[in-house]
């Protein structure tokens, strides 16, 4: 399949994507309203991120990384429609299973720690808060297999827009469920538990008439048996400690936080939900559309078309994502105080968000391009390379989380976590040119130096952009702000003459091409 339809479905996922970050950072501004950089919601946080964990080694990991590239494969080849229902059939039992046996030994396990255990107070909160946020990894995990499903056929866009409805209850329960429980913030922050646990449910509800459409009925079975599910459970293996590279990263930074000023992992929460946004925009869209299309021209002995996309994908994200973290480290404080400053989110909140905010940026590039190779690696049904690569990173990060926090305090761990960004890169990159060929140092370094270059003389004037808005008041220095900048960064792509722009420009009917050959 040629680069041109992938462009045409990764930008109807950015689409989509941009429209769930909206209602993201929509939830955000409310919940930071309601619960600013505070003590308790760091606990909730964490909480709310151990089932995460799971979810993404468990469900999202291992779909994306042996249950897509699998069943990608199958169908290129040919399979039995019944045999295709039959194995993901098996995939959702197991899942189904294995997250509520997880939910009942959380349980067990928390019931013991609090009954008979002396535990410091930060850690009770986080223990009592997990027995009501766990059970959201039973429902978020068939929300990602119905994802998974969908992807597969190559529909992205209904499961692409599937978080909104997490966005919408999570909203709901803040202004119609934390009211149930009491005025005080530590009773508040139930009624967001329920929102947690409707949503997860809602998302994986949102794609069921999509999957019985395209795909056909969910078939309950436990035949694991099958060669197909072993393949994957062969690929999932590795998975399990790779997938869980990303979550245990975030979990130390976390808990280092919480060893620190109160509000500090509230802080880098919000931060990360703002420098992430162009990752998921570009990246992880980018990504999710290309594996099912890789992997297919992996099974057909399609090399030329599996590079020619790998290419393509380094080359976008560089475009994107190199303008997007000089403008956000640019418009720092301006963006957190725009989007969070009100009710509990005060000034003081502003100031240690975007502190670590422009520190993550540094290293925005180096994942959006370590999650292109990833992608390619699972195409090739490796998945021991990354997993590798992961552990390596993790021991990294908490050395340099403990150095760098030392003298910048949750700085050091967001500059940590971009030094991790580069490492992962560096280190994938290597390793896949190695083992597979395929990448051209040169072309990607090309690309790199030559929006990089670029960046520096338009970053210097959006600063001088940013310095004359500031008169004009926040919400014109920072849309006004953002508008032109994104307009000045196209001019300089067409008049520097940058091949990623033709992508875009044909979006909009530009006659472009014969610019660019000339």
């Not at 827009?161 to 997490?166: G, R």
Request: glycine content about 8%.
């Amino acid at each position: 399949m040629s680069f041109q339809t992938i462009r045409n479905s990764f930008f109807l996922l950015s689409f989509a994507t941009i429209l769930c970050r909206i209602f993201g950072f929509v939830r955000e501004i409310i919940t930071a309203k309601f619960f600013g950089t505070t003590g308790i919601y760091d606990a909730f946080l964490i909480a709310f991120m151990i089932p995460n964990f799971f979810r993404g080694l468990l469900a999202e990991g291992a779909l994306s990384t042996a249950f897509v590239p699998v069943l990608s494969e199958l169908i290129a080849k040919g399979e039995d429609r019944q045999e295709i229902l039959k194995i993901s059939g098996a995939v959702f039992t197991f899942f189904l299973i294995a997250t509520t046996s997880l939910y009942i030994l959380v349980l067990i396990l928390s019931t013991v720690l609090l009954h008979f255990f002396t535990l410091p107070l930060k850690i009770v909160e986080i223990v009592s808060f997990l027995r009501f946020t766990f059970p959201y990894l039973i429902f978020v995990s068939l929300a990602a297999w119905a994802m998974g499903v969908l992807n597969v056929r190559h529909r992205f866009v209904l499961p692409g827009l599937s978080p909104i409805v997490f966005d919408f209850w999570w909203i709901v329960s803040l202004f119609c469920f934390t009211g149930f429980f009491g005025e005080s913030l530590n009773s508040r922050i139930f009624g967001l538990m329920i929102g947690v646990l409707i949503g997860g449910a809602s998302q994986f509800i949102f794609q069921v008439p999509l999957v019985l459409s395209v795909h056909g009925p969910i078939v309950l079975n436990t035949q694991w048996k099958h060669p197909a599910i072993i393949k994957m459970l062969k690929l999932f293996a590795p998975v399990v400690i790779g997938m869980s590279v990303g979550p245990i990263n975030l979990l130390v930074d976390y808990s280092f936080a919480r060893s620190l000023t109160e509000g500090t992992v509230s802080a880098l929460w919000y931060a990360t939900r703002i420098y992430q946004l162009p990752l998921g925009i570009f990246s992880i869209s980018l990504a999710t559309v290309l594996l099912p299309h890789m992997a297919g021209d992996v099974a057909k002995n399609n090399f030329e078309a599996v590079k020619e996309n790998i290419h393509k994908g380094l080359e976008q994200t560089i475009f994107f994502l190199i303008p997007s973290a000089v403008g956000i480290s640019i418009f720092r404080k301006e963006i957190v105080e725009l989007i969070f400053k009100r009710g509990a989110f005060t000034d003081y909140s502003v100031g240690i968000t975007a502190y670590p905010m422009m520190l993550f940026c540094i290293g925005l590039v180096f994942y959006g391009a370590a999650i292109i190779i990833t992608r390619a690696f699972y195409a090739y049904h490796d998945t021991a390379t990354p997993v590798k690569v992961g552990l390596i990173s993790i021991a990294t990060n908490a050395l340099l989380d403990v150095i760098l926090m030392r003298f910048m305090g949750h700085g050091g761990i967001a500059l940590s976590t971009s030094f991790v960004g580069l490492e992962n890169f560096l280190l994938l990159y290597w390793l896949f040119r190695r083992k597979f060929g395929l990448i051209e140092g040169s072309r990607i370094t090309k690309s790199f130096f030559r929006v990089f270059s670029i960046c520096i003389g338009w970053g210097i004037i959006i600063e001088a952009l940013r310095r004359i808005l500031s008169y004009s008041g926040l919400f014109i220095t920072v849309c006004g702000g953002i508008v032109i900048a994104v307009l000045l960064y196209i001019v300089f792509a067409i008049v520097f003459r940058f091949p990623e722009i033709y992508g875009i420009t044909r979006i909009f009917k530009w006659k472009t091409s014969s610019y660019f050959s000339s």
